[in-house]
């Protein structure tokens, strides 16, 4: 009997770890919320998609890790996203802001964390808001280039708390109650004295408004007053409501393409035009208050889901604009390019050690090919991005860096077949993983959509699939032409190697070759860029930063190719020459962003000119070491 007991007791505990570790979000709920389509800035996604930018935005991260009182437990950003909609209560506890230095905590007025860069949750914030919107309005006053650390990051951590009571104000329009027996205009409309909802005020009241003010005509001022204020009360209500019901568009029209999707906000506006049918968008409406009301894990609100997206998806559908966004939840959560990430890591790994062997074998024959596989990752990763979006492969500085990435590890594992030398499939390897991990940090520290609609000016898929992506080919190629000039210049400062003259003049040929293949495509790219530009602005590209930057790589890589067929330089001088060549295309694809000036108001980057001066410094001193090492070698081989 007692064995029977301690028995049933274990599985009394077991059965309410397993209660407390269930997640309150069952998964074939989060699967519909995934592709959910919502229409945001401009571009139909999944609602997936918007939880994860959301949260990296605040977070740094698409996952958030609950603290210990919570369990430690890991959500998605999906889960964080619908807390935030659903339940903002306990989303106020968790701790999601990043904050890179606890000064900015301590000029609220808040007990830090122990560690330098921390998260804290909105409660443990609440308490310095007001004085945090203070400082950030003040700190946003600063001209930009004297505000200070902390400045930024109190503005931004501003940013972000607006971003978050943005999203967890939304449904208020859900839960909002009307009282209809203090309300003379809403006791005159409804019969019950339950409290209304908005979509019953959104059926009830713009039918028999009119009406009522007819009505309200024939009374006394006295016996007109309590209806005036029941009017006035109500339409405060909405007025409030809608403000905050306006950051996304859920719900598509019936008709028409070109007419954009209707914000909950919208909805209400809409409600009180006598000329416009809402019916349908008011069963949205009723739809998100059942929700709100509803148990995530309950029947009622897995059923009411199911018809809300079967709604939203047929209507999104015969509009066309559903049939990528499974394909981008798809893309989101197989993270190709992440994998892709590791398999450059490991492709370089694997090259490394066959160096150790001058026969390794097996193991050089797997390392030969060890970098298709990242190399194809990413290329599939660019094409789905392509597939989503109906463009070509670049459009925004994010894809520069991606297909800048696929250029260069490509041009590796090609190249490795003409050499043979494990220099440029390393290299490749080494190129494809610093792309990746760089467009990782970029995606991080922008903290917004990488594939967003595309502005009005790059609004055509001819040139942005000849101009922008044969410079962006061209980029990469001055970019893994550098690569190689770098390790010419490593293995003459440090010669391990013995009977190098062949080992260098292999690696000056093909760094000979790359650069004019970088010349080739940059100068067709620039000059495509021209005519782009004569038939959008009506002239050449006049004295643009950007096409002029082009040109700057244009007329060095001139340069250096006739002084080498001229024979003024020689496979040491092509080698510090395409390092120069590099420093040129980074000023041409970061640098004249910084510049803040041009046609090119889309490719804006602040912030970065720090990281550039200490580039181009590194690279200086790359190029003085250098150049005096093969200075050295020379008068070592004249005087012997």
Request: glycine share 8%; proline share 5%; net charge neutral.
């Amino acid at each position: 009997m007692n064995k029977i007991l301690l028995l049933l007791a274990c599985f009394s505990l077991l059965a309410g770890i397993s209660a407390a570790e269930a997640p309150r979000w069952p998964s074939e709920v989060l699967d519909l919320f995934a592709v959910l389509p919502v229409q945001e800035s401009g571009r139909v996604k999944p609602l997936d998609t918007v939880a994860r930018f959301s949260l990296l935005r605040l977070n740094g991260k698409r996952t958030l890790t609950l603290d210990a009182a919570t369990g430690k437990r890991s959500l998605s950003a999906l889960e964080w996203f619908l807390d935030c909609l659903f339940q903002p209560e306990a989303a106020d506890d968790y701790r999601c802001f990043s904050v890179d230095s606890y000064e900015a905590v301590v000029a609220l007025g808040i007990e830090p964390h122990g560690k330098k860069r921390d998260r804290y949750s909105y409660n443990e914030l609440r308490p310095g808001l007001d004085r945090l919107m203070t400082l950030a309005r003040q700190a946003s006053e600063i001209p930009r280039e004297t505000q200070t650390f902390i400045d930024t990051q109190l503005i931004t951590l501003a940013n972000n708390v607006l971003a978050y009571e943005s999203l967890t104000q939304f449904l208020d329009f859900a839960r909002a109650s009307y009282e209809t027996s203090g309300n003379a205009l809403l006791a005159e409309l409804f019969e019950s004295e339950e409290p209304a909802r908005t979509s019953g005020i959104l059926k009830q009241v713009p039918g028999h408004l009119e009406t009522v003010v007819q009505k309200s005509q024939t009374l006394t001022d006295k016996e007109r007053e309590p209806l005036a204020q029941g009017m006035n009360a109500l339409f405060t209500q909405l007025d409030t409501l809608t403000t905050t019901a306006r950051l996304f568009a859920l719900f598509p029209p019936e008709k028409g393409e070109e007419i954009p999707w209707l914000s909950p906000a919208d909805i209400m506006e809409g409600a009180f035009d006598s000329g416009t049918s809402m019916e349908i968008p008011i069963g949205f409406v009723q739809a998100f208050e059942t929700l709100v009301n509803a148990p995530p894990a309950s029947p009622l609100f897995l059923d009411t889901l199911k018809r809300l997206h079967t709604a939203v998806t047929s209507q999104a559908a015969a509009r066309g604009e559903y049939r990528h966004v499974p394909l981008e939840v798809h893309y989101y959560r197989g993270r190709y390019l992440f994998f892709g990430q590791w398999l450059f890591v490991l492709a370089f790994i694997l090259t490394a050690l066959s160096w150790l062997r001058k026969e390794a074998g097996r193991l050089s024959l797997l390392a030969n090919f060890s970098l298709l596989p990242p190399i194809l990752l990413l290329g599939f990763g660019i094409a789905l991005r392509c597939i989503i979006r109906e463009r070509p492969p670049v459009t925004t500085l994010y894809e520069t860096i991606l297909f800048t990435a696929l250029i260069g590890a490509s041009l590796g594992f090609l190249l490795e077949f003409v050499v043979r030398n494990r220099i440029p499939m390393s290299l490749g390897a080494l190129f494809g993983a610093l792309g990746m991990f760089f467009a990782w940090r970029y995606e991080a520290r922008e903290g917004t959509d990488t594939m967003p609609a595309v502005i009005a000016v790059l609004d055509t898929n001819f040139w942005l699939a000849t101009h922008v992506t044969t410079i962006i080919v061209g980029y990469g190629a001055g970019l893994f032409a550098s690569a190689l000039g770098h390790v010419h210049v490593f293995f003459r400062i440090f010669p391990f190697k013995k009977h190098a003259s062949p080992f260098f003049a292999d690696l000056g040929r093909i760094t000979y070759g790359v650069l004019a293949f970088c010349l080739a495509f940059t100068l067709i790219g620039t000059v495509l860029g021209g005519i782009w530009a004569a038939q959008s602005w009506g002239r050449f590209w006049g004295w643009d930063p950007k096409e002029n930057g082009a040109l700057l790589i244009i007329l060095w890589a001139l340069a250096v190719l006739h002084a080498r067929r001229g024979g003024y330089l020689r496979h040491d001088s092509i080698a510090l020459s395409a390092i120069v060549l590099g420093m040129i295309v980074v000023f041409a694809w970061w640098g004249v962003n910084a510049l803040g000036v041009g046609l090119h108001s889309y490719g804006f980057t602040r912030g970065i000119w720090g990281a550039l001066s200490l580039f181009w410094a590194l690279e200086a001193a790359v190029i003085t070491a250098g150049g005096t090492a093969m200075w050295l070698r020379r008068g070592r081989a004249d005087s012997a």
